[in-house]
């Protein structure tokens, strides 16, 4: 088959477009919706100067995908004097996995010439994930410890970092997933977090402590970035399928890598991830139709939730262990920490 924009010989044939494209149109190509999604997520701050510049915070874990991200935001803003990326490394202490990894993202970001931070469970929490997989003190799934731990450092760090947004690496098949499981689960809340959370235009969001004071004159994604706890999110890359995230590292041989972590066993996810395969090749389209349809319905149901004065971060105060927020009085954190050191 040939290019359909220069009669090239194509590498990839894109069931939901329909187009066959030769490897430098099809990078242009992911390279044009990760722009456009930037523009359309209003990311850059409009008021972002040389003197203060908007400062993103890349969660990289060396993956293709966090990879891609950083490398088309790079190519993108690196000389925008209007923009600082950094790129984020946590390391969860599995052996094997994350030191390759970990050569991946420092080779990347000194290709890139980006800062590069590193933040390990073993210093900032005292664990390391190969010990609490075997330990397992709360009977969970590795991933459910994993996730809350790489969640408190994200947030943690990037505002640390004094970051204005976090911006992390979820490419189209994951995001269609996570709108899937949050249906089916019938969990409502959690599709209006999800909208506040990383979906939706900045200025589309809210629930920003400058608002709770009554200060409506910021539009809510700058005051929500100037407050003191809450780095908003972004998923750039949330347009670009899977396959189409590796063929575009592997065409641009991007130091990435690509083993899975031996404690993977999100198995819900993956019954998910199949059911939208199937779906996706016999009806090409599914998962955008499922994020065009999905988005909207959110951003009702997070206004909705707004409107009515709850949403559902009422109670929330500070853990007495760490001082993140939480509605508890000792955060899941804290909690997960406790009872794997009293093993
Ligand atoms: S797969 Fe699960 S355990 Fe492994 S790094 Fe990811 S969240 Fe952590
Ligand atoms: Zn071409
Ligand atoms: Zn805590």
Redesign the pocket.
């Known amino acids: 088959m040939d290019c359909d924009k220069c009669g090239a010989d194509a590498v990839t044939h894109a069931a939901y477009s329909g187009a066959h494209l030769c490897g430098e149109h099809f990078r242009r190509s992911v390279e044009k919706r990760v722009r456009r999604r930037v523009r359309e997520d209003g990311l850059l701050d409009p008021e972002a100067t040389p003197d203060d510049p908007d400062r993103w915070v890349i969660g990289l ?1 060396g993956g293709k995908d966090s990879v891609v991200l950083a490398t088309i935001l790079e190519e993108t803003f690196g000389r925008d004097p209007r923009v600082e990326l950094i790129g984020l490394t946590i390391h ?1 202490g ?1 052996e094997g ?2 030191d390759e990894s970990l050569a991946a993202c420092r080779e990347l970001t000194d290709d890139l010439g980006i800062r590069h931070e590193v933040v390990s469970y073993a210093e900032e929490f005292g664990v390391e ?1 190969d010990d609490v ?1 075997e330990d397992d003190p709360e009977n969970m ?3 459910a ?3 809350v ?2 969640r408190d450092l994200l947030e943690g760090y990037a505002e640390e970092l004094d970051a204005d947004k976090l911006l992390t690496g979820h490419n189209l098949d994951d995001e269609a997933q996570t709108a899937l499981m949050n249906v089916l689960e019938g969990d409502v809340r959690q599709v209006a977090k999800h909208f506040d959370a990383s979906l939706g235009p900045f200025d589309d969001r809210t629930l920003d402590d400058a608002d709770r004071d009554g200060d409506t004159t910021k539009s809510n994604a700058h005051a929500r970035a100037e407050s003191d706890h809450f780095v908003p999110r972004a998923k750039p890359l949330r347009d670009v399928p899977e396959k189409e995230v590796a063929l575009y590292c592997h065409l641009r041989d991007l130091p990435s890598h690509m083993a ?7 198995a819900y996810r993956g019954e998910i991830k199949s059911i939208l395969h199937d779906l996706e090749e016999s009806h090409p389209g599914t998962r955008h139709s499922i994020m065009a349809g999905y988005e909207e319905i959110a951003g009702i149901v997070a206004d909705t939730y707004r409107d009515d004065g709850d949403d559902g971060d009422a109670d929330l105060g500070e853990c007495i262990e760490c001082g993140s927020t939480t509605s508890r009085e000792v955060c899941r954190k804290c909690r997960l920490i406790e009872s794997i050191e009293a093993v």
């Not at 972590?261 to 999100?266: D, G, K, M, Q, S």
């Open positions: 874990s969860e599995i996995y994350r994930m997989v799934a590795a991933c410890y994993c996730g731990f790489r899975e972590c031996p404690h993977a066993e999100e």
